[in-house]
């Protein structure tokens, strides 16, 4: 399911979809909302 975007500052992609593993797998102290102004993960395109 497509919803807000959120991205880790470890991370050069942002991600939309509840569904990407990679973007679950985010630690919480890394995670932030928004964009973070990086492009789309290529697996949350995909979703
Ligand atoms: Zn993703």
């Excluded at 992609?13 to 102004?37: A, F, L, M, Q, V």
């Amino acid at each position: 399911m497509k919803t807000n975007p959120w991205h880790s500052i470890k991370q050069d992609r942002h991600h939309d979809n509840t569904s990407c593993n990679t973007g679950n797998n985010i630690e919480s102290e890394n995670r932030r909302s928004g964009t973070g102004g990086k492009p789309l993960c290529t697996e949350c395109a995909r979703l």
